[in-house]
Nanobody, 124 residues
Framework: VQLQASGGGLVQAGGSLRVSCVMSGRTFSDYAMYWWRQAPGKEREFVAAIGWSAPSQDYADSVKGRFTISRDDAKNTVYLEMNSLKPEDTAVYYC??????????????????WGKGTQVTVSS
């Protein structure tokens, strides 16, 4: 299984960025998709999740109202649209595929597949 993230980069505070992740090697529509992030010196944290087929969405409080997760099953792709970016959003963003979706779950234990991540840097 491969999860290839792209779209990261450098953006000024208040700006927008969209990161994408393409999955191959498995049936994309069978998986809930997640975005996690890890900033330097900090623990990895949940960002957003989207269920499968009739997608539910879940967001960390820190990004609610600013980030939107979506998926295109025809393209095997999950997106994270990030608006009103803040310097504290600076992190490596990882896409994750898992056969489970539980609203409110915040543990990354045992998640099925992880991508390599894409760097997002927000300058002040």
């Amino acid at each position: 299984v491969q999860l290839q993230a792209s779209g990261g980069g450098l953006v000024q505070a208040g700006g927008s960025l969209r990161v994408s992740c393409v999955m191959s090697g498995r049936t994309f529509s069978d998986y809930a998709m997640y975005w996690w992030r890890q900033a330097p010196g900090k623990e990895r944290e949940f960002v957003a999740a989207i269920g499968w087929s009739a997608p539910s969405q879940d967001y960390a409080d820190s990004v609610k109202g600013r980030f939107t997760i979506s998926r295109d099953d025809a393209k095997n792709t999950v997106y994270l649209e990030m608006n009103s970016l803040k310097p504290e959003d600076t992190a490596v963003y990882y896409c994750v595929a898992d056969s489970r979706f539980e609203y409110g779950a915040r543990s990354d234990d045992g998640m099925d597949y992880w991508g390599k991540g894409t760097q997002v840097t927000v300058s002040s």
